[in-house]
């Protein structure tokens, strides 16, 4: 379903910690993006890679971190800097190139920090 | 950069009727606009998408119309279903990479049987 895979779907945080979102895909695709999607808000890009051992920051990139040492694998860190870090969470990929090429989702994953 | 508002922000319509979400942007040198579903804990999936070379474009019954001159875009469903219930997004970009995409807030569909 979709070659594209989050986990986990649900994540609880306790304030001060760091945590990692897990994308996983199957796609062969070189590029891949992380969006946070708040209620009442658009999809914001919070870093993306378009290449392995590449990423660049996005609209929101502080207090997240990122590695892409494989194609298939892009981690999520939100680390204890983020201030509001409860939100969804979003990782897509594509072929990237430059180009806007339809790019595919994961199901997502919803953090909450109690 | 690149702005991009999406009105309504909810929408209800009984099933059969049509209906039409709105998105204008700023940046007129803005050339790509693709349409994203989100049902209800699922993953946003392109349902159309346009470049600004074409001014509409069809799929079944999901079409997209652009206006570059007033800088809008806008998604209409005819025939609605309950299936479609869900969160439409719009967005715009140059077409320069999809992290270039700039998404509105989204518009929550709901379809009445």
């Known amino acids: 379903d979709g070659g594209i895979t989050q986990s986990p779907k649900y994540l609880f945080r306790k304030e001060g910690q760091n945590v990692t979102l897990s994308c996983e895909q199957n796609l062969n695709h070189d590029a891949m993006y992380w969006y946070r999607q708040d209620p009442g808000q658009g999809l914001r890009l919070i870093y993306y890679?378009?290449?392995?051992?590449?990423?660049q920051k996005g609209d929101i990139a502080e207090g997240y971190s990122v590695s892409r040492e494989k194609k298939e694998s892009f981690p999520l860190t939100v680390t204890s800097a983020q201030k509001n870090p409860t939100a969804f969470y979003l990782c897509?990929?594509?072929?990237?190139?430059?180009?806007?090429?339809?790019?595919?989702f994961g199901q997502g994953t919803r953090l909450t920090v109690v | 950069g690149e702005n991009v508002e999406q009105h309504p922000s909810t929408l209800s319509v009984q099933e059969g009727d049509s209906a039409v979400i709105k998105c204008t942007y700023s940046d007129s040198a803005s050339n790509y606009f693709p349409w994203y579903k989100q049902e209800l804990g699922k993953r946003p999936q392109l349902i159309i998408d346009?470049?600004?070379?074409?001014g509409e474009k069809k799929d079944q019954r999901i079409a997209v119309t652009l206006n570059k001159t007033a800088k809008h875009f806008s998604l209409h469903i005819t025939e609605t279903q309950p299936e479609d219930s869900a969160v439409y997004f719009c967005?715009?970009?140059?077409?320069?990479?999809?992290?270039?995409?700039?998404f509105g807030t989204g518009t929550r569909l709901l379809v009445s049987p």
């Open positions: 897509a990929s594509n072929l990237g190139q430059g180009r806007n090429t339809e790019a595919f």
């Open positions: 346009i470049r600004s070379n074409v």
């Open positions: 967005a715009a970009s140059r077409d320069t990479g999809f992290q270039k995409l700039v």
């Open positions: 890679s378009q290449i392995v051992n590449d990423f």
